[in-house]
């Protein structure tokens, strides 16, 4: 009698899964360090990203010459310390990135939950919202809506989060319609749950996994999309030193002292990497558990 035959994996799907999870682990490290670095940046950098000093303005970073031991990253062209004011927009970028996640996360988590379990006209409702919204060009409403009401964190919080929701009620809404078809739900029908206690407790924790994926993707949009408004004068009000500030005030110095604009844009491309990283990780990751 012959021996049963052991399937294993194809070597290429096992090496893309452990690619996946070297990127997910650099990604977090990545953000990780950032995130570090932003909460603590008082603590780590003594400088102070708001004040200038003329006689001291664009010093170049330690590694040419002429660089100051004072300012490791040099200064920019009001003499304000470029590394104090590189970790004070982090904090920036990452609580406009978190905070417009979650506005527009709880806005289309909604819709599409909604959307998804009722179906008929709520579901209906549902998808022309969501037409609507994808017939709208983000960055154009963006630049009229600031442009019109005034820079500030808040507006641009607001406003980035009512224009990204779209992603989260799609994913929600067909996740959605394959959980509520499952024998659990209708067991917990059956047994008197409310409606309240399906959406939040039965359907909710078993499309959150897909959702955290599309989380890190909105983080890493809105980011960009605030780095592009206070680029062109009309996200983060100076003297906050956003990264897209940054870049835009530098930009006439560029020739003359190029690590003006390199050093936030190397780090706004790695602060984007790195979370793109952790949603690809854990996109590989998710998968792997449904092929079990």
Same mark, same amino acid.
């Not at 570090?36 to 001291?56: S, T």
């Not at 008929?120 to 994808?134: H, M, N, P």
């Not at 980035?160 to 959980?179: I, K, N, P, S, Y």
């Given at each position: 009698?012959?021996?049963?035959?052991?399937?294993?994996?194809?070597?290429?799907?096992?090496?893309?899964?452990?690619?996946?999870?070297?990127?997910? %682990? /650099?990604?977090?490290?990545?953000? #990780?360090?950032?995130?570090?670095?932003?909460?603590?940046?008082?603590?780590?950098?003594?400088?102070?990203?708001?004040?200038?000093?003329?006689? *001291?303005?664009?010093?170049?970073?330690?590694?040419?010459?002429?660089?100051?031991?004072?300012?490791?990253?040099?200064?920019?062209? +009001? #003499?304000?310390? @470029?590394?104090?004011?590189?970790? @004070? #927009?982090?904090?920036?970028?990452?609580?406009?990135?978190?905070?417009?996640?979650?506005?527009?996360?709880?806005?289309?988590?909604? +819709?599409?939950?909604?959307?998804?379990?009722?179906?008929?006209?709520? =579901?209906?409702?549902?998808?022309?919202?969501?037409?609507?919204?994808?017939?709208?060009?983000?960055?154009?409403?963006?630049?009229?809506?600031?442009?019109?009401? #005034?820079?500030? +964190?808040?507006?641009?919080?607001?406003?980035?989060?009512?224009?990204? $929701? =779209?992603?989260?009620?799609?994913?929600?809404?067909?996740?959605?319609?394959?959980?509520?078809?499952? &024998? @659990?739900?209708?067991?917990? $029908?059956?047994?008197? %749950?409310?409606?309240?206690?399906?959406?939040?407790?039965? /359907?909710?924790?078993?499309?959150?996994?897909?959702?955290?994926?599309?989380?890190?993707?909105?983080?890493?949009?809105?980011?960009?999309?605030?780095?592009?408004?206070?680029?062109?004068?009309?996200?983060?009000?100076?003297?906050?030193?956003? $990264?897209?500030?940054?870049?835009?005030?530098?930009?006439? @110095?560029?020739?003359?002292?190029? $690590?003006?604009?390199?050093?936030?844009?190397?780090? +706004?491309? !790695?602060?984007?990497?790195?979370? *793109?990283? !952790?949603? &690809?990780?854990?996109?590989?990751?998710?998968?792997?558990?449904?092929?079990?």
């Amino acid at each position: 009698m012959s021996e049963p035959i052991a399937l294993q994996a194809p070597s290429s799907i096992t090496g893309t899964s452990r690619l996946g999870t070297a990127g997910f %682990a /650099i990604g977090v490290a990545i953000v #990780g360090i950032i995130a570090l670095a932003a909460i603590f940046g008082n603590a780590l950098v003594p400088g102070d990203p708001f004040m200038q000093d003329l006689g *001291n303005r664009l010093k170049p970073p330690f590694w040419m010459e002429g660089s100051e031991a004072g300012h490791l990253l040099g200064t920019d062209q +009001l #003499g304000r310390d @470029y590394l104090a004011r590189l970790v @004070y #927009g982090a904090r920036i970028s990452l609580l406009i990135g978190i905070s417009t996640t979650v506005t527009s996360g709880l806005i289309g988590i909604t +819709l599409g939950v909604l959307g998804g379990f009722f179906g008929g006209r709520i =579901d209906d409702a549902v998808l022309f919202a969501i037409t609507t919204r994808l017939s709208i060009p983000v960055v154009l409403v963006a630049l009229a809506v600031v442009g019109l009401m #005034g820079s500030g +964190l808040g507006l641009v919080v607001a406003t980035l989060g009512l224009l990204l $929701w =779209d992603r989260f009620a799609v994913v929600a809404r067909a996740t959605t319609m394959q959980v509520r078809n499952h &024998d @659990y739900i209708s067991a917990a $029908w059956c047994a008197g %749950a409310s409606m309240p206690h399906l959406l939040l407790k039965e /359907i909710l924790p078993n499309i959150a996994s897909h959702l955290a994926v599309v989380a890190t993707l909105e983080v890493a949009l809105a980011i960009l999309l605030e780095a592009a408004l206070s680029f062109l004068g009309l996200g983060v009000p100076p003297p906050l030193p956003s $990264w897209g500030l940054m870049i835009a005030e530098g930009k006439d @110095y560029m020739f003359f002292s190029p $690590w003006v604009i390199m050093i936030p844009g190397v780090a +706004l491309f !790695v602060l984007v990497l790195g979370i *793109n990283l !952790v949603g &690809d990780g854990l996109r590989n990751l998710l998968g792997t558990e449904r092929l079990r």
